[in-house]
């Protein structure tokens, strides 16, 4: 079964300090991951997709096809990146549909 | 561009009303998508249209919802009778050829 999950529903961290949030899939063939971001009443912002291995907002995630894991990094939190960060997965031939986590909340603290 | 249009960005009505929701995707965008937020089970996918054919309406919850895209630039989603566990936030996402989706600002859906 297709599946993406997200074991924490809320992070709470001081500014300044690393931030990890964790996900993992299940898919069976190679699915390509996103990490999308919603702040506060906004709508849904794709923040970064495994593919293009680029670094948005000082935010990086590395696909780890072993451990089926698409952790979100960031070495130095800020207030504003405080919001609701969600992991997505697409498979191939799905005609881009995508398999949502259940989403973390992310609380940087002053 | 002015993105995803979601109209209305908010709705009141009664249990046992019929609500209807609309879209008005990227222009240039061959894929549609409609999804429902709730704070129990997150972000669901309820159906995807591509080239503005129904592609996978297995997420619908039942009978009562119902979608449509008529053309390239306009989609609903109707629930017909409504119920307060419809309640949520939904969104309408495009996106051209499987590439990134884009989310409309949603619309926030109370029945009560």
């Known amino acids: 079964a297709q599946r993406v999950t997200q074991p924490e529903k809320l992070l709470s961290v001081f500014k300044g300090a690393p931030v990890e949030l964790k996900c993992n899939y299940s898919y069976s063939g190679s699915p390509e991951l996103f990490w999308y971001v919603q702040y506060s009443r906004q709508r849904l912002q794709l923040l970064l997709r495994?593919?293009s291995r680029e670094s948005i907002k000082g935010f990086t995630a590395d696909l780890n096809k072993g451990e089926t894991s698409f952790h979100l990094k960031k070495p130095f939190a800020q207030e504003e990146d405080s919001a609701m960060y969600y992991c997505a997965l697409s498979g191939g031939n799905q005609g881009g549909k995508l398999i949502f986590g259940q989403g973390t909340e992310l609380s940087v603290k002053p | 561009d002015a993105g995803v249009i979601q109209s209305p960005r908010h709705e009141v009505t009664e249990m046992g009303q019929e609500v209807t929701l609309r879209c008005k995707p990227i222009?240039?965008?061959?894929?549609l998508f409609w999804y429902r937020q709730t704070m129990m089970r997150g972000l669901e996918l309820l159906i995807y249209?591509?080239?503005?054919?129904?592609?996978?309406d297995s997420g619908m919850p039942e009978d009562r919802f119902s979608a449509k895209m008529p053309n390239a630039s306009f989609s609903t989603l109707k629930i017909q009778p409504s119920e307060p566990r419809d309640s949520a936030v939904y969104f309408c996402?495009?996106?051209?050829?499987?590439?990134?989706?884009?989310f409309g600002p949603g619309t926030r859906l109370l029945v009560l």
């Open positions: 249209f591509n080239n503005n054919v129904p592609i996978d």
């Open positions: 495994h593919i």
């Open positions: 222009s240039g965008h061959n894929s």
């Open positions: 996402a495009s996106s051209r050829d499987e590439e990134t989706q884009y």
